[in-house]
């Protein structure tokens, strides 16, 4: 027997999609455990679902499973390397972990995937901020702003950091 793609959703794709999306409202509700459970439950009906790895790793680094939740990252990253945001959000894993290096790596790859995405410019500011360079951090603070992301270059500025001469 012969399989086409019909572009017709199997039964395990609806439930894993299903699955993945309770896992999104108790994260959401800060319920991270009974997020665990329902991304688990997404993963085990379809093992090649990116989102659901990344998702499941977001609540794992809520819970400070650093490692799992890097794992997961990591899983998400191999089926889908092109995936920005498992990038930046196992960046925000190295940087939780005070990896530097390894958190700008990732979040340089995010920037090089989709360089548009904000939040990566932002996280990698506050590694280069954490790391002594400020004209680097601040220039990523300005753009993470350029694309919608000020918080942290309006506190920054506030607080006498990043000012005007940054803007030129």
């Given at each position: 027997?012969?399989?086409h793609y019909t572009g017709a959703v199997s039964m395990d794709d609806k439930s894993s999609i299903q699955h993945n999306e309770s896992g999104n409202d108790y994260?959401?509700?800060g319920l991270y455990d009974l997020a665990i459970i329902e991304y688990q439950k997404a993963i085990t009906k379809r093992p090649l679902y990116a989102k659901a790895h990344s998702n499941l790793g977001y609540a794992f680094f809520k819970k400070m499973y650093y490692d799992r939740a890097i794992t997961?990252?990591?899983r998400a990253i191999d089926?889908?390397?092109r995936y920005a945001k498992a990038y930046n959000n196992r960046g925000l894993v190295y940087f939780a972990k005070g990896e530097y290096d390894r958190a700008i790596h990732d979040y340089n790859k995010a920037i090089e995937i989709d360089p548009q995405l904000a939040k990566p410019y932002d996280n990698r500011g506050a590694a280069y901020m954490l790391?002594?360079?400020e004209d680097k951090a601040c220039s990523d603070f300005m753009r993470a702003c350029e694309?919608?992301?000020c918080s942290t270059i309006d506190m920054l500025q506030d607080n006498g950091f990043c000012n005007l001469i940054y803007l030129a």
């Open positions: 027997m012969t399989s994260f959401l509700k997961e990252f990591s089926i889908d390397p790391t002594g360079d694309l919608g992301e």
